[in-house]
């Protein structure tokens, strides 16, 4: 059913009682083109484009829990593609476009803010390294300007410029990013798949896979065996687990990054403002809660939950940022399981065992890529060549030597 304010005073009038499910809970069929296994923000995506751009609608994607579960649902909403290197921005601007586009697309309200990224600088090497990404991103197209600290003051006089140990000087503000409703994205492409006949089967675990004379055939399932033509993975956390039970071993690292929310309070951040001197991010979500986050814990882990130390990291950089948010209670928090590669920048590629698809290695930064990386993961699936956008983030870099590794941290995951 198309949302209008038509329907929405239809509904209205009669009770609300027409309202339809947003897409269809499948059961899995025997085989299928093409199976998708992960039902995140990604797998989602990648059904949504593979239907809408390449006409392949005979797919199912598999997710072992309920869609918005993973990642998509746990992530600090934040969108922005203000990068410095020549295989992201490309990549991380047409996210940023498919993002600007993507309500009226799907028809679906996922409250797309673009309310603004700045991240702040405290030093004289940093402002120098900040405008230099600053230019990158503005000669490909990109918007970007640099905030001195009055500009910054003038936006924030919150945040502490008096007795700072690190002093605010400034600022990279990029106006177009911003956040977004995350697990409302999870349900606009879940929907959008839907329609144009992408099964979506959940409480669907993939188990295995059968794969003959080099191919991958099939998956495994706690639902039973399901072939298909091509496998794709979008495991997000889980990439190295899943990838493992194909015989592949992945440049990939799990580790636990945690989120939190305060009680609501009225609108005080106008934007997303990062820290440069500590790990910290923050943003106010439209019902008021602060919403923020920092590093991820520091060891390797598949649980949703995080540690304490990390939980006054977090504090403490948010304390150095702006005192006040001491004296605000906290709500909730919560941790997800994130899949860092070892130069900090995704794949997305063909795998050595033919028919299996990898989408995977988003670090801390998958959830504003969630447009692109299914644009380009569907391209690669339907022509199995990569798309121009994505064409960068090739599994066999690691072996190659051309890393992308945008912060300079070298093989140090947890430092990406
Ligand atoms: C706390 C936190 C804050 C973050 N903040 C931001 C942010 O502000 N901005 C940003 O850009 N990014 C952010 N990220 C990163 C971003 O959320 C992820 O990189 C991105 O969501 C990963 O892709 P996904 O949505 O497909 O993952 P997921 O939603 O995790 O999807 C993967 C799915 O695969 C399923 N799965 C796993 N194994 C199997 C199996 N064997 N069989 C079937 N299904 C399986 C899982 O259940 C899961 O639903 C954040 C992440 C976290 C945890």
New binding site residues.
């Given amino acids: 059913m198309k949302y209008s304010i038509f329907s929405l005073a239809a509904n209205a009038l009669t009770g609300h009682k027409g309202w339809k499910p947003a897409w269809r809970d499948a059961s899995p069929r025997e085989a299928y083109d093409v199976v998708i296994?992960?039902?995140?923000?990604?797998?989602l995506a990648t059904a949504y484009y593979l239907a809408k751009e390449h006409g392949i609608t005979n797919v199912a994607v598999?997710?072992?829990?309920w869609?918005?579960?993973?990642?998509?649902?746990?992530?600090?909403?934040?969108?922005r593609s203000n990068y410095l290197l020549p295989g992201n921005i490309p990549f991380y601007e047409l996210s940023m476009k498919l993002w600007e586009g993507l309500e009226q697309d799907l028809n679906y309200n996922a409250m797309v803010s673009q309310r603004g990224v700045l991240n702040l600088f405290h030093s004289d090497a940093q402002r120098d390294a900040f405008a230099r990404r600053g230019n990158a991103m503005r000669l490909h197209g990109v918007d970007a300007e640099l905030l001195d600290r009055d500009a910054v003051r003038k936006m924030l006089p919150f945040l502490n410029f008096d007795d700072a140990r690190f002093p605010i000087q400034g600022g990279l503000l990029q106006p177009r990013g911003g956040t977004v409703r995350h697990d409302a994205v999870a349900w606009g492409y879940a929907r959008g798949a839907s329609d144009r006949g992408v099964d979506i089967v959940q409480n669907?675990?993939?188990?295995g896979f059968r794969i003959e004379n080099g191919r991958a055939v099939a998956v495994e399932t706690t639902r039973g065996t399901i072939r298909a033509r091509k496998i794709a993975l979008?495991?997000?956390?889980?990439s190295s687990r899943?990838a493992a039970m194909a015989g592949l071993r992945l440049p990939i690292e799990s580790h636990v990054?945690?989120?939190f929310v305060s009680e609501g309070l009225k609108p005080l951040l106008p934007g997303v403002v990062t820290f440069g001197a500590g790990h910290f991010y923050i943003s106010q979500s439209d019902k008021g809660g602060l919403v923020f986050?920092g590093d991820i814990d520091g060891y390797n882990s598949y649980a949703q939950r995080g540690n304490l130390p990390t939980v006054e990291d977090v504090c403490e950089g948010g304390m150095a940022l702006m005192p006040m948010i001491g004296r605000v209670r906290l709500l909730r928090s919560?941790?997800?399981?994130?899949d860092m590669s070892m130069d900090g920048s995704p794949i997305i590629d063909r795998t050595p065992v033919d028919g299996l698809y990898l989408n995977a290695g988003?670090?801390?930064?998958?959830?504003?890529?969630?447009p692109a990386s299914g644009w380009c993961f569907a391209h690669l699936i339907a022509h199995d060549v990569p798309h121009p956008a994505g064409a960068a983030f090739r599994l066999d870099r690691f072996a190659t030597g051309h890393l992308i590794d945008e912060k300079g941290q070298g093989a140090q995951p947890n430092l990406h």
């Fill in positions: 296994v992960g039902g995140g923000g990604h797998g598999l997710e072992k829990g869609i918005g579960s993973g990642n998509v649902g746990r992530n600090t909403t934040i969108i669907c675990e993939v188990t979008a495991v997000a956390g889980n899943v990054l945690q989120a986050g919560w941790g997800g399981i994130m988003w670090c801390y930064g998958g959830f504003k890529a969630t």
